[in-house]
């Protein structure tokens, strides 16, 4: 029988604590909605005494979500608890969240009191808050750094005020999973009145081990996680929500479960980073951009053949429609060919060995290679050998420099070539090929266009010349635009009859 490890969701608390990514009421109210749909069965929602527009994001999202409890956090302030419960009015389900710092530390150097006060001020707190909610939570902050006998004391004293839920944060990321996952299980052996609460982790990712710390603390008996939704929060972030979920969904060893609807999880991540303007680093687990997308040969082959040779979660579980072959200069022809089927083509295999080589050309040029550049290579094998071919471009240009470009053209299979100048590299390049070719042709239009973006992309050129009354188009792609230029030039000039 698989136990339940509840989601407690802090990405519009701690998560919003990152410079730069505040959110307004609105945008608040739209990732809440997001996370109730998620199955997440906590919302932080807030630190209601600290703006007024914490209060009022609280107080609008108590307002609109039903199913998950409500949480808003406090110091062990009695102010602080009486705003907390304010704001809390009209939630369905409610919980203040107090706390106090719990480490040599910051009971010395933060807090500037004694053990004995601590122990005093956290109990008080938590009675306080009792008085205004059945549902209160706990933390001693800086848990990681806290000598677990004085925490125990702690946890014991707040359990008997009536904390229903006790949150064990690593606030600066410092344990070894080792060490986090023995703190869990010496409070779970040496707190006797502990199994009247439910046990926390809070932990951040300083040393990026906030997920292994989370699941070792899990592992060790505690059964809420607090994490946010692409691990966002103060410095390098929380525990993120997609991981943890994903770990249990994935690990039946584990014998545990969440109410997480993982299909939820890659639109609620790019919810988040979309309103937040914080992106996702590409490689992150889970819903990087890179999470399912294989770039080597032999892993594509590997993946062609059977998904789960390379990938232990479907990516459609989280919501990512599939798995992405990226095409590059290290990929193979079965890839090509898998991308080529998907966009209707289906070479031969003469006609796959052509475009694999032209395919691999194009790669050395430009890091990857998309379905658009796919398209251009299948149109350049279909059209097969033109009367006249660029064989040679050199071009000088630059500021201060004349612009020079020496052309050659394979003309009925003999290369002959021209040098010019001109105002800029295109100039020059045309007017060499117009010494080589024995016609008068005029430029009517040059269009010259990136297909998608970045400074390694493939231009194209669309070309409208023309000769004795009529008009030829030509066409011309390549990483190098004066070369895509010249091609569409010669290709247009290889129509007239
Ligand atoms: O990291 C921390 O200790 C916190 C507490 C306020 C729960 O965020
Ligand atoms: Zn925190």
Known sequence: MEEKVMIFDTTLRDGEQVPGCQLNTVEKLQIARALEELGVDVIEAGFPISSPGDFNSVIEISKVVSEPVICALTRAVKKDIEVAAEALQYAKRKRIHTGIGTSPFHI??????TPEEILRRAADAVKYARKFVEDVEFYAEDAGRSENEFLARVIEAVINAGAT???????????????YGAKIRYLKENVPNIDRAVISTHCHNDLGMATANTIMGVINGARQVEVTINGIGERAGNTSLEEVAMIIKSHHDLKLRTDIKSKNIFSTSRLVSTLMSMPVQPNKAIVGR??????SGIH????LKDRENYEIIDPVEVGVKESSIILTARSGRAALN????MLGYTPGKEELDEIYHRFLLLADK?????????KILM??????EKSLKLDLLQVTCGKSAIPVATVGILINGEVHTATSSGNGPIDAAFSAVRQLISRTVHLEEFLIQAITRGSDDIGKVHIQIEHEEKTYYGFGTNTDIVTASVEAFIDAISKIK
């Open 338 to 341: 898998h991308r080529l089927e």
């Open 290 to 295: 890179n999470a399912f997308a294989h770039s």
């Open 366 to 374: 430009k890091k990857e290679i998309n379905d658009e550049d796919i």
């Open 165 to 179: 839920v006790v949150n064990i944060p690593d606030t600066t990321g410092y344990c070894l999973p080792e060490e």
């Open 300 to 303: 594509q082959d590997g993946v």
């Open 379 to 384: 149109g350049e094998v279909a059209q097969g």
């Open 108 to 113: 010395k150097n933060k807090i500037r009191t």
